[in-house]
């Protein structure tokens, strides 16, 4: 993923004022997952900037829509970051829920975070 620092995450909620509970804003997934060779293709640790330039929401969730350059890509149909959920709403559902509901732009913002991954142990 791309998760954003300090900075961003600041501007972000700045421009895109959260509405649901549960903040987020912190990271645009590029791959949930992935794969070795996924992963070989990823310039991990390096700084990469991005653009905000829509927002989407319902009910349950809200989200930033994001430009990527074009050297990555995201596996979601739509890259964005989730901002916010409702109470209980994992930030996935923001798949779901940005291809059925008409994005409002807004002013670029551009964005920046670092390129890594997360590791989770399965037990």
């Given amino acids: 993923g791309i998760f954003l620092n300090i900075k961003s995450q ?16 912190s990271h ?30 319902n009910s349950k969730i809200q989200a930033a829509l994001v430009d990527l350059p074009q050297r990555l890509k995201s596996d979601n149909k739509v890259p964005h970051i989730t901002v916010s959920a409702a109470e209980g709403i994992p930030p996935k559902f923001a798949n779901s829920m940005l291809q059925s509901q008409v994005v409002r732009r807004v002013e670029s913002l551009v964005l920046e975070g670092t390129v890594g991954v997360v590791i989770r142990q399965v037990t």
Wanted: charge should be neutral; glycine fraction near 4%.
């Fill in 28 to 57: 645009l997934t590029l791959s949930f997952e992935p794969t070795l060779q996924h992963l070989d293709n990823l310039p991990i640790g390096k700084r990469i900037k991005i653009k905000a330039s829509g927002e989407a929401e």
């Fill in 10 to 25: 600041w501007e972000l909620l700045n421009a895109i004022r959260p509405t649901k509970s549960e903040l987020f804003a």
